[in-house]
C-alpha cells in the first residue's frame, strides 16, 4: 500500500486548503483513511476519517463545522478541505489506512502512512 498525500502550502489565516490523499496497492475494499496532523514539538493527533464503503465521517473537536473529508473511490483519493484555517492548524498533515471495517482516531491503529505535507498557516 501506498499512499501519497498533496496540497499543502502556505496560506494566511481565514484562508482554505485542498489536500489529496491518493492510495495505490489497496486489495481490500474495506477500509478506512484518517487525516492526522503534527505541529512542532506535538504529538500527532487525530484530524478526520472516512469509512470508503460508507462514506461515514468522524472529525476532531478542533476542525468540526471547518474541515470536510470526502472520498473518490473511482480515484482511490481522499481529499481535506480545510476552510477558515487558524495558526494553530499549522502542522504537518498525514494521511493513513486502517484496514477493517471500523474506524479509530488512535494514530497506532493505523498500518500504512503517507509521507505527510506541511501546512502553514500565517497570522
Known amino acids: 500500500v501506498q499512499l501519497q498525500a498533496s496540497g499543502g502550502g502556505l496560506v494566511q489565516a481565514g484562508g482554505s486548503l485542498r489536500l489529496s490523499c491518493a492510495a495505490s496497492?489497496?486489495?481490500?475494499?474495506?477500509?478506512?483513511v484518517g487525516w492526522f496532523r503534527q505541529a512542532p514539538g506535538k504529538e500527532r493527533e487525530f484530524v478526520a476519517v472516512i469509512r470508503r464503503a460508507t462514506g461515514d465521517t468522524y472529525y476532531a473537536n478542533p476542525v468540526k463545522g471547518r474541515f470536510t473529508i470526502s472520498r473518490d473511490n473511482a480515484k482511490s483519493t481522499v481529499y481535506l478541505q480545510m476552510n477558515s484555517l487558524k495558526p494553530e492548524d499549522t502542522a504537518v498533515y498525514y494521511c493513513?489506512?486502517?484496514?477493517?471495517?471500523?474506524?479509530?482516531?488512535?494514530?497506532?491503529?493505523?498500518?500504512?502512512w503517507g509521507q505527510g505535507t506541511l501546512v502553514t498557516v500565517s497570522s
Open positions: 496497492g489497496l486489495t481490500y475494499s474495506t477500509y478506512a
Open positions: 493513513a489506512v486502517r484496514f477493517g471495517s471500523t474506524w479509530s482516531v488512535k494514530a497506532n491503529e493505523y498500518g500504512h
